[in-house]
């Protein structure tokens, strides 16, 4: 039986959509990308993502749309991972499933601290002009 599929694209291809509908997390194979954030005027870079990086995580918990866009930087291949797959190997291999689940989970939370930081660092700087 099959759980992932690995997909492939090409430098400058959009590879998740900010509004789009998630289904999947990547594992970055090989290759670059880059995370904008959507924004009217210009895209800020949120990140600059590796081989064994992995991005789309939040699609597996939360119905909502696609937070970001993510470009190939360069060529690129990448393991889809769904809600599926997770639900599968939760029942075939419940400790690979608890491990994967706790990685992801150790990742948000380093990225909200990180969002958390930058947004009191903002705070400060308001204050700190509005004197």
Do not use: W
Not at 36 to 44: C, L, M, R, T, Y
């Amino acid at each position: 039986m099959r759980l992932t599929d690995s997909v492939a694209f090409k430098k400058g291809d959009t590879i998740i959509q900010a509004g789009d509908e998630g289904h999947c997390l990547y594992l970055l194979l090989g290759g670059t990308a880059v995370v904008h954030a959507p924004a009217p005027d210009e895209k800020v870079e949120l990140a600059r993502l590796k081989v064994g990086d992995f991005f789309g995580e939040i699609s597996l918990v939360d119905d909502g749309p696609r937070s970001a866009d993510v470009l190939a930087l360069e060529d690129c291949e990448l393991l889809r991972v769904t809600r599926t797959t997770i639900g599968v190997l939760a029942g075939l291999q419940p400790a690979a499933a608890v491990q994967i689940l706790s990685s992801i989970g150790r990742e948000l939370v380093q990225r909200l601290r990180t969002s958390n930081q930058k947004y009191l660092d903002l705070l400060h700087r308001l204050a700190r002009q509005g004197r």
